[in-house]
T-cell receptor, first 112, second 112 residues
């Protein structure tokens, strides 16, 4: 069946460091892929998405490229800020996105 | 006003009590979802509904029930609360068009 695996946290970085959070998936067909972010005390927010192979989603300096050959959708940011401290979730939508399949989340802490 | 509103934000209840968590949305979306979030376990789907007459069990529906009173309202009930239902509960909506989910801010439920 469909599944999402993302790197375990917590990830701790210094401000302006480069961020990569790995996400790989297993799916039949051609799923849509999403990254959501959850800031402390809040609900999840859609950060970016990609709907087909080689698409690149981007938002707020974050990027992720849909790689069908490696079944991956890694999240990257060139220079993190303290305000990026949050939990990041990778998700997969298949079958008209009836239900999203979620990774377990990766906690990111950015220190000044 | 928030697109997806959950009430209450926080609730402490006793074992054996019945409790209802409410969710309303102004997005006009047909699809609504209830999730619970536990540390280390990510998001787990409790129930989902694709329209007023469509209710589906998720992966952890035991001990929970739902009611879709209108397109905009989807409530979650714990008929007889138990301590291992202590968690953060999220409601989410989707239009099913691949644009992702919109989440409420969550209800933190503690069962003592």
């Amino acid at each position: 069946g469909n599944s999402v695996t993302q790197m375990e946290g917590p990830v701790t970085l210094s401000e302006e460091a480069f961020l990569t959070i790995n996400c790989t998936y297993t799916a039949t067909g051609y799923p849509s892929l999403f990254w959501y972010v959850q800031y402390p005390g809040e609900g999840l927010q859609l950060l970016l998405k990609a709907t087909k192979a080689d698409d690149k989603g981007s938002n707020k300096g974050f990027e992720a490229t849909y790689r069908k050959e490696t079944t991956s959708f890694h999240l990257e940011k060139g220079s993190v800020q303290v305000s990026d401290s949050a939990v990041y979730f990778c998700a997969l939508g298949a079958g008209n996105n009836r239900k999203l399949i979620w990774g377990l989340g990766t906690s990111l802490a950015v220190n000044p | 006003d928030a697109d997806v509103t959950q009430t209450p934000r926080n609730r402490i209840t006793k074992t054996g009590k019945r409790i209802m968590l409410e969710c309303s949305q102004t997005k006009g979306h047909d699809r609504m979802y209830w999730y619970r979030q536990d540390p280390g376990l990510g998001l787990r789907l409790i129930y989902y509904s694709f329209d007023v007459k469509d209710i589906n069990k998720g992966e952890i529906s035991d001990g929970y029930s739902v009611s879709r009173q209108a397109q905009a309202k989807f409530s979650l009930s714990l008929e007889s609360a138990i301590p291992n239902q202590t968690a953060l509960y999220f409601c989410a909506t989707s239009d099913g068009a691949g644009l992702g989910y919109t989440f409420g801010s969550g209800t933190r439920l503690t069962v003592v």
